[in-house]
Every structure is written in C-alpha cells, then in structure tokens.
C-alpha cells in the first residue's frame, strides 16, 4: 500500500472492517477508543521527545520511529473510522481546512513574534 489517498485509505478500511472486522463499533465506541490511542501517542512522544522516561528500564521493543509511526497509524485508523460512519469525506475535509487556515493565517504566524 504505497502513496494511498486519503480517498483509498477510507475504502480500504471500510473494507477491512467489513471483511476482517466484520462490522464497526459505535461511533460512541470509536470516539473512547481515538481517546485511547491518542493518550498512547502523548505516552510515547513525552517519554521519547519529552522529560519523561520509562518507568521500566527495558527499551521500547520497536525503535522510536516505528512506535511513533504505529501510535500514529492506529490514531488514523481510528479517525477513517468514524470518518467512514459519519459520511465525511477527509480529502474534502482537508482541503477545506486548508483553504480555512490559508484564509484565517494568511499574516497570523508571520506577524507573531514569538515565531521569529
């Protein structure tokens, strides 16, 4: 699965869920669950980017790019998820926000001083 839109990656797991998974959670179910994963990204990035260290002195089995980039992975999956349940269409989403941000920060972060 290399270079998949945004667009294939909703189908895909739509896909997988209704083969392998056999059918989606709740999207009640699915918000608890993005919760989750998104508390086990923070964990990680604070432990490994941040002043926290794990508790055990035991390394990570994955290197640090790759339990990032799962954490990362399971957050997306989760998000096409509710994506999928709830009719929207992320690439249009994205796109959108673009066009938000561009709009709303065309001098916000140029002027800030703090970015300087």
Known sequence: MNNITLNQAQQNVDEWIKTIGVKYFSELT?????????????????????????RNAK?????????????????LWVLICLA?????????????????????????HKLNNKLK
């Open 84 to 108: 999928n349940q709830t009719g929207v269409n992320l690439t249009e989403a994205l796109q959108k926000n673009f066009e938000k941000k561009t709009l709303r920060d065309a001098d916000r």
């Open 59 to 75: 390394p990570p089995e994955l290197n640090k790019k790759e339990l990032v980039a799962d954490e990362m992975a399971d957050v």
């Open 30 to 54: 699915n918000l608890g669950i993005l919760m989750e994963e998104v508390g086990e990204l923070s964990r990680h990035m604070v432990r490994i980017y941040g002043e926290q260290s794990y």
